[in-house]
T-cell receptor, first 113, second 112 residues
Framework: GQQLNQSPQSMFIQEGEDVSMNCTSS?????WLWYKQEPGEGPVLLIA?????ELTSNGRLTAQFGITRKDSFLNISASIPSDVGIYFC?????????????FGQGTTLQVKP | DTAVSQTPKYLVTQMGNDKSIKCEQN?????MYWYKQDSKKFLKIMFS???????INETVPNRFSPKSPDKAHLNLHINSLELGDSAVYFC???????????FGPGTRLTVL
């Protein structure tokens, strides 16, 4: 079945540093989504990308939909302690109209004040 | 205002019991989903309903039965609970199938 490879698996950085994580797939997706999950809560949608090549920002977060449709990255600039959490990429295939999301394994981010 | 809500937040039960988890969304969305998150935090879709009609049914044991009384509610009933059912279950919704999904706070199910 379809799989997403998300990397890195975890990051431990100093406050103020920039962060970059990415997802790759062996198959094409028509939609890429990035979520953040904090302990005891559900994933929160950060950025949605619907077009190949699209670059979208949400505050200090920037995400891009790869031209090949098989990858996406998320950057966080000037990290702060509240950025701590697990970041998930998710892709939707255009081959069906079911809304089925395939999730990456997650990137756990820790920020040292 | 809560967009996607689930009850209960925590559910602890014995093996073999039957339990239900309820989900409601007040976003006016047409499509609702159930996901399972395992101990390694991996999220996997279980079911999807569009306007009360089942459109995704992944390879989930038939002990799991979703029910959608209307398009704002999607409940999950689980029969004969097993130890391996222990996980966090998330409900989600989206306006249409191909847009971003909004998740509820999750229900942590522990089967003893």
């Amino acid at each position: 079945g379809q799989q997403l490879n998300q990397s890195p698996q975890s990051m431990f950085i100093q406050e103020g540093e920039d962060v970059s994580m990415n997802c790759t797939s062996s198959s094409i997706f028509n939609t890429w989504l990035w979520y953040k999950q904090e302990p005891g809560e559900g994933p929160v949608l950060l950025i949605a990308l619907y077009k190949a090549g699209e670059l979208t920002s949400n505050g200090r977060l920037t995400a891009q939909f790869g031209i090949t449709r098989k990858d996406s990255f998320l950057n966080i600039s000037a990290s702060i302690p509240s950025d701590v959490g697990i970041y998930f990429c998710a892709g939707q295939s255009g081959s069906s109209n079911t809304g089925k999301l395939i999730f990456g394994q997650g990137t756990t981010l820790q920020v040292k004040p | 205002d809560t967009a996607v809500s689930q009850t209960p937040k925590y559910l602890v039960t014995q093996m073999g019991n039957d339990k239900s988890i309820k989900c409601e969304q007040n976003l006016g969305h047409d499509t609702m989903y159930w996901y399972k998150q395992d101990s390694k935090k991996f999220l996997k879709i279980m079911f999807s309903y569009n306007n009360k009609e089942l459109i995704i049914n992944e390879t989930v044991p038939n002990r799991f039965s979703p029910k959608s009384p209307d398009k704002a509610h999607l409940n999950l009933h689980i029969n004969s609970l097993e130890l391996g059912d222990s996980a966090v279950y998330f409900c989600a919704s989206s306006q249409v199938a191909q847009t971003g999904q909004f998740f509820g706070p999750g229900t942590r199910l522990t089967v003893l």
